[in-house]
């Protein structure tokens, strides 16, 4: 099956400061990768998510880019509020793949 | 609000009792997903259904079993409960069965075993 590896599992920032998280996969035929928001207590729910077709995807200060041949894509969030503190995940899934997550990347952002 | 509809909320049970959590899928969805979080992990997939059929199956517990019913509502039952089953479950529904569409999760149902 797919293997998704995510990195950093903590990543503390003071608020207006970048943030990068970054996932590796293992199989060169999934091609869906959303991310994932959980606030504390919370259910997950998608940010933003990439087509192996396509090798960035903005939506205002969240993006998201792909690279399919060294498989691995990253989230990137600029000028940080405390409200983006969160825990982040990452996905892959598409063809015979059911959806697999990272293990999580818990972001602090400081005031 | 994602749609997806999951009871009860809040489960508080003893070891060797069996429970049942319920989900009903986002209108339109035809497949279910169940997940299993515990404390500080990140999201282990337990099984999917698509259309009423098993799909795919994850490191399910053979004490544990689900089914997805003709109106598409799933349930998943836990048997045997032990303290290591304290969790919070998740369910999560999408449009496609082959994990290429978004997730759409529930707010879960937490599982405590005393």
């Known amino acids: 099956g797919e293997n998704v590896e995510q990195h950093p599992s903590t990543l503390s920032v003071q608020e207006g400061d970048s943030a990068v998280i970054k996932c590796t996969y293992s199989?060169?035929?999934?091609?869906?990768f959303p991310w994932y928001k959980q606030e504390l207590g919370k259910r997950p729910q998608l940010i933003i998510d990439?087509?192996?077709?396509?090798g960035e995807k903005k939506d205002q200060r969240i993006a998201v880019t792909l690279n399919k041949t060294a498989k691995h894509f990253s989230l990137h969030i600029t000028e940080t509020q405390p409200e983006d503190s969160a825990v982040y995940f990452c996905?892959?899934?598409?063809?015979?793949?059911?959806?697999?997550f990272g293990r999580g990347t818990s972001l602090i952002v400081h005031p | 609000d994602s749609g997806v509809t999951q009871t009860p909320k809040h489960l508080i049970t003893a070891t060797g009792q069996r429970v049942t959590l319920r989900c009903s899928p986002r209108?339109?969805?035809?497949?279910v997903y169940w997940y299993q979080q515990s404390l500080d992990q990140g999201l282990q997939f337990l099984i999917q259904?698509?259309?009423?059929?098993?799909?795919a199956k994850g490191n399910i517990l053979e004490r544990f079993s689900a089914q997805q019913f003709p109106d598409l509502h799933s349930e998943l039952n836990l048997s045997s409960l032990e303290l290591g089953d304290s969790a919070l479950y998740f369910c999560?529904?999408?449009?496609?069965?082959?994990?290429?569409?978004?997730?759409?999760f529930g707010n879960g149902t937490r599982l405590t075993v005393t």
């Open positions: 990439i087509r192996s077709n396509v």
């Open positions: 259904y698509y259309n009423g059929e098993e799909r």
């Open positions: 999560a529904s999408s449009v496609e069965p082959d994990g290429g569409a978004p997730l759409h």
């Open positions: 199989d060169s035929a999934s091609n869906y």
């Open positions: 996905a892959v899934s598409g063809g015979s793949y059911i959806p697999t």
């Open positions: 209108s339109g969805d035809l497949s």
